[in-house]
T-cell receptor, first 115, second 111 residues
Framework: DTGVSQNPRHKITKRGQNVTFRCDPI?????LYWYRQTLGQGPEFLTY????????KSRLLSDRFSAERPKGSFSTLEIQRTEQGDSAMYLC?????????????FGPGTRLTVT | AQRVTQPEKLLSVFKGAPVELKCNYS??????LFWYVQYSRQRLQLLLR??SRESIKGFTADLNKGETSFHLKKPFAQEEDSAMYYC?????????????FGSGTRLSIRP
């Protein structure tokens, strides 16, 4: 296990198109997080899964965003009708049980550019 | 509202000089505070947390509740310390364990 992986690493799309990103967490981690990071800012929380259940969503996550973790393993983040403001680095992280949930292991990120 | 402020976007010091990266937080209660680090071409990773009160790679950070600060310090900077540093907090009462990050400080160590 080489840690959290994300695909694709880079995505360029035209405004109005839909995009989907994938995150594969560390296998024994049941918690999975999505963050968004724009230039000059720290990561901002988007949503969180415990196993397959999506338990919390940020108000940053508009109706155009949807995330799933169907079998409690990998997760996908879809953005519909992309806008230029969606251009950012999308980070996925996973963590073990609640006692160590502060220790989030981050993936390399998917950089989205909307033209 | 929960917020983390890192006032310096860039901090440049000479090798061997002391380092202090500033962090202030806004939270009504007792949050858990962390420092995360991202070295060039590497992933964001946890550096240290205030509860453990440990020194990692020579760095320490003390939580000052009166000043709502959690500054990161190292007495003698090394070139390998050059990286992006993020201060972060987590509510101990949040089941989600979401982490709120500051905007980061880029530490550059000059030889």
């Amino acid at each position: 296990d080489t840690g959290v992986s994300q695909n694709p690493r880079h995505k360029i799309t035209k405004r109005g198109q839909n995009v989907t990103f994938r995150c594969d967490p560390i296998s024994e981690h049941n918690r999975l997080y999505w963050y968004r990071q724009t230039l000059g800012q720290g990561p901002e929380f988007l949503t969180y899964f415990q196993n397959e259940a999506q338990l919390e969503k940020s108000r940053l996550l508009s109706d155009r965003f949807s995330a799933e973790r169907p079998k409690g393993s990998f997760s996908t983040l879809e953005i519909q009708r992309t806008e230029q403001g969606d251009s950012a680095m999308y980070l996925c992280a996973s963590s073990p049980d609640r006692a160590r949930s502060y220790e989030q292991y981050f993936g390399p990120g998917t950089r989205l550019t909307v033209t | 509202a929960q917020r983390v402020t890192q006032p310096e976007k860039l901090l440049s010091v000479f090798k061997g000089a002391p380092v202090e990266l500033k962090c202030n937080y806004s939270y009504s209660g007792s949050p858990e505070l962390f420092w995360y680090v991202q070295y060039s071409r590497q992933r964001l990773q946890l550096l240290l947390r205030h509860i453990s009160r440990e020194s990692i790679k020579g760095f320490t950070a003390d939580l000052n509740k009166g000043e709502t600060s959690f500054h990161l310090k190292k007495p003698f900077a090394q070139e390998e310390d050059s990286a992006m540093y993020y201060c972060a907090l987590k509510s101990p009462y949040s089941s989600a364990s979401k982490i709120i990050f500051g905007s980061g400080t880029r530490l550059s160590i000059r030889p």
